[in-house]
């Protein structure tokens, strides 16, 4: 029988990050700068609630929003650090991780052929879930030069390009792949204009509690913005928690109200062990989340100096744990470049094209490794440059 796949799915691309470390897999020696997680282990107070809730015998579903103790710890968490108040009961849902978030939000918001602005390079996810939802992506390509942050000018002209077209800004900062984000200043620009031109912001703020050089802003904490952001957070990258799988939401109770019904039908509820780490890491994961705060801003510091000598022009990120140097005068396409020092000084990264069009030129680098490892990866790569140049 010749089954006929969703014409939607059969078009679209497979991740590019996947696609090529696809090709590290049975691979020795590699210093892997790829996958986007934390090499730090779980905290132990996280990791010990977990396991203490398992010998409990917490194993059961819980509410579909997901457990109001931690709804209720989130809720103060947002009050006390960004004055921000969200009622726990009609304004947040757990999410099996971000990733799920975003997906509801979409499905949620968009009618067919409903545009969503996309900044680029954008996480590899961001366009196939709105094209899932029935939406249009629309990438707003930035560069180096505007250090990958979209301006309010270029927001105003895609709108006026499509009227009544756009419905929904998709903003991620502190950005994966670039590491940039934005001052409070630069976000209230933005915020004028979805006021303009009334569109509904989906925010993702995974990476904000790795910001390094300014204070992280909310977008909802702007004014206007809280009854048209849907704000999307999680466990994974600040508390090292990937695998647990836990985010969330906050926003309008009718937007979370439609999440809510699609998350029911499809993923019940997250994990109620990873749940009940998730309150733990809001009551004593502070110390951790500083720590790591600390290494990676060092490594930061680290990686942008050495690429910088070896003429890998980079700038220096805000926030989150990437890097985004320019290969371009090596002469190759980013996934030359990346498959060639996979090949020949075993170092894995992602080529910047993996990110969208805009992307080519450069690489992303994960600093979430050992300092060591980030050490041995520069040797190897100022090997490759010299090989690849003599």
């Known amino acids: 029988m010749d089954i006929k796949i969703s014409k939607i799915v059969e078009d679209m691309a497979p991740s590019g990050i996947r696609v090529f470390f696809d090709l590290v897999l049975g691979m020795k020696d590699v210093i892997s700068l790829g996958v986007g997680e934390p090499d730090f282990v779980t905290p132990w107070p996280i990791r010990e609630k977990v396991i203490y809730s398992l010998e409990q015998g ?109 419905k929904a800004f998709l903003l991620n900062y502190p950005a994966n792949p670039t590491g940039m984000s934005y001052t409070k200043a630069e976000l209230n620009a933005l915020a004028r204009i979805v006021l303009k031109h009334n569109l509904v912001m989906v925010t993702d703020e995974v990476y904000d509690e790795l910001t390094y050089d300014f204070d992280h802003t909310p977008f909802a904490t702007l004014k206007g913005m809280k009854d048209r952001t849907v704000y999307l957070n999680g466990f994974s990258k600040a508390y090292a928690m990937t695998g647990l799988r836990i985010g969330w939401v906050a926003g309008p109770a009718k937007v979370v109200g439609a ?39 060092r490594r930061r510091n680290f990686m942008v100096g050495a690429l910088n000598d070896l003429g890998l022009t980079c700038h220096v990120p805000e926030g989150a744990f990437y890097v985004f140097p320019s290969i371009r005068s090596t002469g190759q396409t980013s996934m030359d470049f990346a498959q060639n020092l996979l090949k020949q000084q075993k170092v894995a990264l992602v080529p910047g094209t993996a990110f969208g069009p805009s992307g080519e030129g450069h690489v992303r680098i994960s600093y979430a490794a050992a300092y060591e490892d980030l050490k041995e990866a520069v040797n190897r790569i100022k090997k490759y440059l010299g090989n690849s140049t003599s």
């Open 58 to 166: 917490y194993t059961s579903y819980t509410s579909n929003k997901g457990m109001i103790e931690l709804r209720r710890q989130i809720a103060h968490f947002l009050q006390q650090r960004y004055a921000l108040a969200y009622d726990p009961e009609e304004e947040m849902l757990i999410t099996v991780g971000v990733s799920e978030a975003l997906d509801l939000a979409f499905r949620a918001l968009l009618n067919r052929g409903d545009q969503v602005l996309i900044p680029e390079p954008s996480y590899v996810s961001y366009s196939p879930v709105v094209e899932m939802a029935g939406g249009v992506s629309i990438r707003l390509p930035t560069t180096a030069d505007q250090k990958y942050k979209l301006t309010a000018a270029q927001v105003d002209r895609a709108c006026m390009d499509a009227p009544g077209k756009v």
């Open 259 to 297: 999440m809510t019904k699609i998350h029911q039908y499809t993923m019940l509820c997250a994990s109620i062990d990873g749940q009940m780490g998730a309150i733990e890491a809001l009551k004593n994961g502070r110390r951790s989340v500083d720590e790591m705060k600390r290494e990676y801003k």
